[in-house]
């Protein structure tokens, strides 16, 4: 039995991707970036006029909003904790179930649903179009012919792209540029050895696997939205895409139902519903110290 255990518990780790630190430079295009810096952040194009992308995807909440659930047009209520944006480009799939298979079909998501943005193609397009701004510079970007939906989504995409926070102070320790702090030290080893790393690895922490919210303890909130909305496999059941734990230290609340307010509680719930063990305070003041050395530079939201 114990060999079993250390079996699986290594293979998870073999498996696992490596940390590595974001790069400093990314390539994407500038121009159409700019565009899409705009486009982000244009309140106009929504049913009523208020919500823009960062209205639930705010820079000083660390690409998130600082609500339990967002919240879209005409005040409307959505279901889920808003993930952020930022690193978003290296996640496998997009969506807390993963239904969106990159950038370009997330956009689809927001853009039409009533309770986000609330737009039909037709009316963005028109919105658009009645921008001088907007007109003149998809022409210049494009070429002549009409503003489509796919131009659109073109350019927000590109401004998604250059959305990634490098130098945090845990990327400054992996280049042997920065030294973690005795407590920050103790939370990365922590990290490693309690098993947080068999879910939260590769360059996002997290955004590059689906697991269950209650792999060893059941999970007692509702499966909202889950993955087997989408497979239809009970397996799927409360599985999620893993977030990623960059920045985490700025999105509170968390998890998909944003049921959870600071970041010390979704430590302990972690441990127990994903690890079935129960962190001493010192344990889990360690892990929270080192998610903590994970802020990166956040991009500029003007
Ligand atoms: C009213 C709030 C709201 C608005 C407006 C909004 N989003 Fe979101 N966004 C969310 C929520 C909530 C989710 C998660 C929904 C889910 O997974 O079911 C999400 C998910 C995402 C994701 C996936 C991140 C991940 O890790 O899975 C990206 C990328 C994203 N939004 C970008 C955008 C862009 C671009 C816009 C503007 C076109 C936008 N959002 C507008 C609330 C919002
Ligand atoms: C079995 C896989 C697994 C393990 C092990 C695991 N996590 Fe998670 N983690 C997840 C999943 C899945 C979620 C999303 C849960 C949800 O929202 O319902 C998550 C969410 C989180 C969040 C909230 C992020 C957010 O944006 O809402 C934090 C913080 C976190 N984990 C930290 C940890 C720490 C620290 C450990 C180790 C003590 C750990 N996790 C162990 C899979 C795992």
Redo the contacts with the bound molecule.
Sequence with gaps: MRLIVLIVFATLLFSQDAIIPIPQKVSYDKAKAALGKA??FDPT??ADGT???A???SFAHGGA?DKP?????FGKK????????LN?RY?F????????KD?AE??D???H?P???GLSTEALVEKLSQNDYYRQTFAKLFGPGPITYKRYKEA?VEF?KSLVTPNSKFDRFLRGEAKLSPIEMQGWHLFKMRGCITCHNGINLG?NSFQKIGSIMPYEGAPL?DRYTITKNPKDRYVY?V??LRNVALTAPYF?DGSVATLKEAIQKMAYYNLGTLLSDHEVAALEAFLRTLTGEIPDAR
Excluded: Y
């Design positions: 486009l982000f194009l929504s919500v823009s992308c209205t639930c995807h909003d659930v967002s919240i879209g047009v959505g279901r889920m904790n808003s993930p952020t944006v978003a996640n799939r997009q969506f807390w179930n993963g239904r969106a950038l997330q956009i998501g927001p853009v649903n309770v986000e943005m927000l998604e955004g939205d895409k977030p990623t998909h």
